[in-house]
């Protein structure tokens, strides 16, 4: 099976440009996550969508961050405008919602985009 | 989600086995213990979890002590291919929770 595919892999920006990344989950795998990770730190979590709702956005920067997954399926997180602290590596990561079957509830991550804003 | 505490960094021999510690005091008894890992210039790998009892896969053994305080990852015959960042993480199976990433183990295997 298909894993997480992201694109794209690098990005580099101008600060207060605007930049997308992409995301398709797993077949199958209703929950779907984006992770930042600063040089040097575990992931953190930015959002968490359960099919096409977003069931935890806690942590996402509202002001400048923004996130879809229309239909369920692929997601794509927005950055407008970029600053020079949003260069990390942004992951996906999906994984079954509990009671779909499936054992376990392991995430699979995808390879992420690395961003660098100049 | 318990807060787990690793070494920062860790060396071992190609060929012997590595062994990872980690502790979670606070551990709750509906948290399992999930292991991780991340290969430079990739996304984090599920490697291995439980709850209370000894696990093992065809990537790894899983140790956790009796009171559920600690536990040890081991590869048993490290490779080259196993220098990463190991985190362990304690989560709760119910339920599609986030994973709680602290700054991990950097293993390198040494030739």
């Known amino acids: 099976e298909a894993g997480v595919v992201q694109s794209p892999r690098y990005k580099i920006i101008e600060k207060k440009q605007p930049v997308a990344f992409w995301c398709n989950p797993i077949?199958?795998?209703?929950?779907l996550y984006w992770y930042r990770q600063n040089l040097g730190q575990g992931p953190e979590l930015l959002i968490r969508?359960?099919?096409?709702?977003?069931?935890?956005d806690s942590q996402l920067p509202k002001d400048r961050f923004s996130a879809e997954r229309l239909k369920g399926v692929d997601s794509t997180l927005k950055i407008q405008p970029a600053e020079l602290g949003d260069s990390a590596v942004y992951l996906c990561?999906?994984?079954?919602?509990?009671?779909?079957?499936?054992?376990?509830?392991?995430?699979?991550f995808g390879s992420g985009t690395r961003l660098t804003v100049v | 989600d318990a807060k787990t505490t690793q070494p920062p960094s860790m060396d071992c021999a190609e060929g012997r086995a590595a062994n990872l510690p980690c502790n979670h005091s606070?551990?709750?008894?509906?948290?399992?213990v999930y292991w991780y890992r991340q290969i430079h210039s990739q996304g984090p790998q599920y490697i291995i979890h439980?709850?209370?009892n000894n696990e093992t896969n065809e990537m790894a053994s899983l140790i956790i002590t009796e009171d559920r305080k600690s536990s040890t990852l081991i590869l048993p015959h490290a490779t080259l291919r196993d220098t990463a960042v190991y985190y362990c993480?304690?989560?709760?199976?119910?339920?599609?929770?986030?994973?709680?990433f602290g700054q991990g183990t950097r293993l390198t295997i040494n030739p």
């Open positions: 990561a999906s994984s079954r919602s509990p009671g779909t079957g499936g054992t376990g509830y392991g995430y699979t």
């Open positions: 077949s199958g795998h209703n929950t």
């Open positions: 969508y359960e099919n096409e709702e977003a069931v935890d």
């Open positions: 606070t551990i709750s008894g509906n948290e399992y």
């Open positions: 439980g709850l209370k």
């Open positions: 993480i304690a989560r709760m199976i119910q339920g599609a929770q986030k994973l709680v």
